[in-house]
């Protein structure tokens, strides 16, 4: 089987962000940008079904600016066979991102695509679920746990309620939670070895999608903060504040 | 502005975030409500009672009892003409489907909203709540789902909709449902309670973790947990609170041994009080508690529990 993997360029998860003063955005200049956390889950179990012989090619995609390039590097040091980049500097929504994910499907027809539930900037969780729809495949999202058996994937979901299982025809879409795997560091080796593998640049443009946004984004503000509480010296404090409370 | 808000259920029950979502459909416009199910005529009915809703759409066939997103979203498509607006409560349920909906009428959705600014315009969070977006909407319709803690419950009881049933659309099948694992408590739910007492690695076991129950029982409250706990299995993870599990925003939160990491903040900081017990004095999660006690939790819980049976 054939596995696409997309992958988002976000800021690192343990980066405390800024949101800029005139209310434009939040400052991404110099900030450590990484591989959102729940796209390496989704590469990790690409890269554990192919060592057990399940899955057979894996390409990554990423779509985005030039240093998208280190992102697929780093999917390639985990053990993706190649990288496709999709480069733009526009700020694409998720609906523009599942077009294009749409179009290199239509292009490497892969068995299953899978994609973290939610990127950690946006916070969005609709990309993999806006693909499905305009691939006309089924989807597994939020999965904690996937099986194959005859031609489906059977996934294990994390729901508001504790899990669910469904079955999906090949192909399919998965979007993977949190718990389904805990994904490797690259070896040395393997980060060398990546350097070799091949990234095909694509220029957004020349695939010719129309992926204008919908939105427009009228400001970006920080949000209300709490204000420091007070750290009691006792037990019987507390409790009396806990009384007061309910 | 005609709106469509999907009723989130389990064929027997109105999930009550349904009632916050009616709420910020209001500020909308006009409300009616589908109900897709399996013999879910109990909860079309409880829909009919919400306040100000007119028109509650029944959808009951086989191929709709476990809301499969391959099998909910063509149905609410072939519905989308009718309105200017498709709401949903952002559950998993919500998240699953809506953006299914939202891609096939290429719309883009508006996810987790916390505010109506206008019938275009929208504030939702973003990096884990650590910035809020405004965002104007150009699409002619909306998609939107909602986070249910920012907007207060309609009112479940007053209301007089008209109920109508509806066909399902037969659509080729994508996806089979297997199977549940759903969790029994007999506490209230996470998502609504206005108590919530939350664990974290410190506690740093199973069985500490049910240490927790003695006061959740004495508060009548719901338990939650951090990542960490969920993912070192201290809790399952229908538990777990942030910016990837649920959102809450309960009277009264109780911190026991979590540190505060943001993606944990995000899920919980919007509650009324919060109160954190921690070991460590640089815990982040001082920084947002309205009382905090820094001392071994092991000491406390048993102490607190007394002190509050009082």
Redesign the interface.
């Known amino acids: 089987m054939k596995v696409l993997v997309a992958i988002k360029r976000v800021v690192d998860f343990n980066v405390k962000i800024r949101v800029r003063s005139d209310g434009s955005g939040v400052d991404t200049a110099g900030v450590k940008m990484s591989m959102n956390p729940f796209d390496e889950i989704a590469v990790e179990e690409a890269v554990r079904l192919k060592e057990a012989g399940t899955v057979s090619e894996i390409i990554a995609v990423s779509i985005g600016p030039a240093q998208c390039k280190d992102t697929l590097r780093t999917a390639l040091a985990m053990g993706a066979d190649q990288g496709i980049h999709i480069e733009t500097e526009a700020d694409l929504e998720p609906l523009a991102i599942a077009k294009i994910l749409q179009d290199t499907a239509h292009k490497e027809d892969p068995d299953m695509i899978f994609l973290g539930k939610q990127a950690i900037d946006d916070d969005a969780n609709q990309t993999a679920q806006m693909l499905a729809a305009l691939l006309n495949w089924g989807q597994g999202t939020f999965a904690s746990h996937i099986d194959f058996t005859e031609g489906a994937a059977q996934v294990v979901r994390e729901i508001d309620g504790g899990l669910e299982t469904i079955k999906l025809n090949l192909p399919c879409v998965i979007s993977t939670d949190l718990r389904l795997n805990e994904p490797r560091y690259a070896s040395l080796p393997n980060i060398m070895k990546a350097k070799k593998k091949p990234i095909q640049t694509v220029a957004l443009e020349d695939l010719g999608l129309d992926t204008t946004p919908h939105l427009n984004v009228l400001a970006v503000e920080e949000p209300a903060q709490r204000k420091a509480g007070q750290i009691l010296s006792s037990v019987q404090d507390l409790a009396d504040k806990i009384k007061e409370a309910v | 502005m005609r709106t469509l808000v999907l009723a989130e259920h389990?064929n027997i029950e109105l999930n009550p975030q349904t009632l916050n979502t009616v709420t910020c459909a209001k500020a909308l416009g006009s409300v009616d409500i589908l109900v897709a199910g399996k013999n879910c005529g109990d909860v079309a009915q409880a829909c009919a009672e919400i306040e100000g809703v007119q028109t509650v759409l029944i959808a009951d066939d086989v191929m709709l009892a476990?809301a499969?997103?391959?099998t909910l979203?063509p149905l609410l498509v072939s519905l989308a003409e009718h309105y200017d607006a498709i709401l949903a409560p952002a559950?998993?349920?919500g998240?699953?489907?809506?953006?299914?909906?939202?891609?096939?009428l290429?719309?883009?959705?508006?996810?987790?909203i916390c505010e109506v600014v206008n019938e275009n315009?929208f504030k939702r969070?973003?990096?884990?709540?650590?910035?809020?977006?405004?965002?104007?909407?150009?699409?002619a319709k909306k998609i939107i789902t909602v986070r249910t803690t920012t907007f207060e419950p309609a009112n479940p009881t007053g209301g007089s909709a008209t109920l109508k049933n509806i066909d399902k659309v037969d659509t080729?099948?994508?996806?089979?449902?297997?199977?549940?694992?759903?969790?029994t408590s007999d506490r209230p739910d996470l998502?609504s309670s206005?108590?919530i007492v939350s664990g974290g690695r410190g506690l740093g076991s199973v069985e500490n973790f049910a240490l927790l129950e003695t006061l959740a029982d004495i508060?009548g409250g719901a338990i939650g947990a951090s990542?960490a706990a969920?993912?070192a299995g201290f809790a399952?993870?229908?538990h777990q609170i942030g910016?990837?599990g649920?959102v809450v925003a309960p009277?009264?939160y109780?911190a026991v041994g979590i540190s505060g990491a943001?993606?944990h903040l995000a899920g919980m900081?919007d509650s009324?009080?919060?109160?954190a017990?921690n070991s460590d004095?640089d815990a982040p999660i001082?920084?947002?508690?309205?009382?905090?006690?820094?001392?071994d939790l092991f000491d406390?819980l048993p102490?607190?529990a007394q002190?509050?049976k009082?």
């Not at chain 2, 998240?95 to 096939?104: G, M």
């Not at chain 2, 290429?106 to 987790?112: A, T």
């Not at chain 2, 969070?125 to 150009?138: C, D, F, L, W």
């Not at chain 2, 508690?289 to 820094?294: P, S």
């Open positions: 389990n476990h499969l997103a391959e979203a559950t998993s349920i998240k699953n489907v809506l953006p299914r909906v939202a891609a096939v290429d719309v883009q959705q508006i996810s987790d315009t969070p973003i990096y884990a709540g650590n910035a809020i977006q405004t965002v104007q909407s150009r699409d080729p099948q994508l996806s089979t449902f297997v199977g549940a694992e759903l969790s998502a206005a108590v508060l990542r969920v993912d399952t993870n229908d910016q990837t649920k009277d009264l109780i943001i993606q900081k009324r009080t919060i109160v017990i004095p001082f920084k947002i508690a309205d009382y905090g006690l820094v001392a406390v102490e607190l002190a509050l009082q």
